[in-house]
């Protein structure tokens, strides 16, 4: 996935199908230092069977470098992202802070998406956007986190056994 997203131009949109299978690694279009004027569409097979994953948490990942972009699995620093049919998952556990999807461009769009973490499984840069239809989230502490403004449209909610707040906004 990261190699079709890499080979995608600057300022036009992109559409990159993606067939089932589980793929692990972090994945990241852009960076916090070098935001990508990549235009992405990232269209799943089936929301179930297309996962992507990663099982890095902070203050393992890195030599415990504490910086939340080492444990997160899919990584946006563009604007005008598109998903569908996609799981985001961060496998690592009930482990602490470890991210499923950080949104840092504005006005990203997941339909028919599956986030599952445990904590912070969600974060949503300040002063971003991001609208979610027929999505389900799922996450135990303070999993929907930071200071995006978020629309969820026909989404659910869940909050894993031996959880206990479902948001954090800044």
């Known amino acids: 996935v990261q190699g079709a997203i890499n080979a995608c131009p600057d ?8 067939k089932n299978g589980t793929y692990y690694g972090q994945t990241s279009i852009g960076t916090k230092a070098a935001p990508s ?26 030599g415990g470098v504490s910086a939340f972009e ?31 999807l950080y949104t840092a461009g504005d006005m990203s769009v ?15 840069k300040k002063g971003t956007r991001g609208y979610f239809k027929n999505c389900w989230i799922e996450g135990a502490t303070d999993f929907i986190y930071a200071g995006g403004t ?3 449209d026909d989404c659910t909610i869940n909050c894993v056994n031996g959880g206990g707040y479902i948001s954090a906004p800044e």
């Open 11 to 18: 300022n036009e949109r992109s559409i990159i199908f993606v």
């Open 37 to 62: 004027a990549k235009i992405i569409s990232l269209i799943g097979e089936n929301q179930d069977s297309v996962i992507l994953t990663y099982d890095k948490w902070l203050g393992t990942s890195n």
């Open 70 to 100: 080492l444990a997160t699995t899919f990584q946006i620093y563009a604007k005008n992202f598109y998903a569908e049919n996609i799981t985001f998952k961060n496998s690592s556990g009930n482990k602490g802070q470890a991210l499923a």
């Open 110 to 124: 997941f339909k028919n998406c599956t986030l599952k973490g445990y904590q912070d499984t969600y974060r949503s």
């Open 150 to 152: 978020l629309f969820f």
